[in-house]
């Protein structure tokens, strides 16, 4: 079984900029970022394939962007112009060709002060 350990999250000023990452302890062909806010269901916000295919589904994805290193098993999240609506716990999730979320991280937390 894959594990997954998120980090770089903590606390930043709107305005601020912010990477997480995501170390796996294997491949998987999917890899993703969801989050989930407080009083709010979990979403997913991109995913990226090997191959480098990537989703954006949040609307702010002009603000975020998604990378990994194959070679490391490494997902990043890259959030730019970080806005208080951007606090939550972000999960990093590992699948197959057809799924997203087969397997979860730990979460990391990302607070966004105004």
């Known amino acids: 079984q894959v594990q997954l350990v998120e980090s770089g999250g903590g606390l930043v000023q709107a305005g601020g900029s912010l990477r997480l990452s995501c170390v796996a302890s294997?491949?998987?062909?999917?890899m993703a970022w969801y989050r989930q806010a407080p009083g709010k269901q979990r979403e997913l916000v991109a995913s990226?394939?090997?191959?480098?295919?990537?989703n954006y589904v949040d609307s702010d994805q002009g603000r975020y962007s998604i990378s990994r290193d194959n070679a490391k098993n490494t997902v990043y999240l890259q959030i730019n112009s970080t806005q208080p609506a951007d606090s939550a716990v972000y999960y990093c999730?590992?699948?197959?060709?057809?799924?997203?979320?087969?397997?979860w991280g730990q979460g990391t937390q990302v607070t966004v002060s105004s």
């Open positions: 294997g491949r998987s062909y999917r």
């Open positions: 990226i394939t090997t191959t480098g295919r990537i």
């Open positions: 999730t590992g699948g197959g060709e057809f799924s997203t979320a087969d397997i």
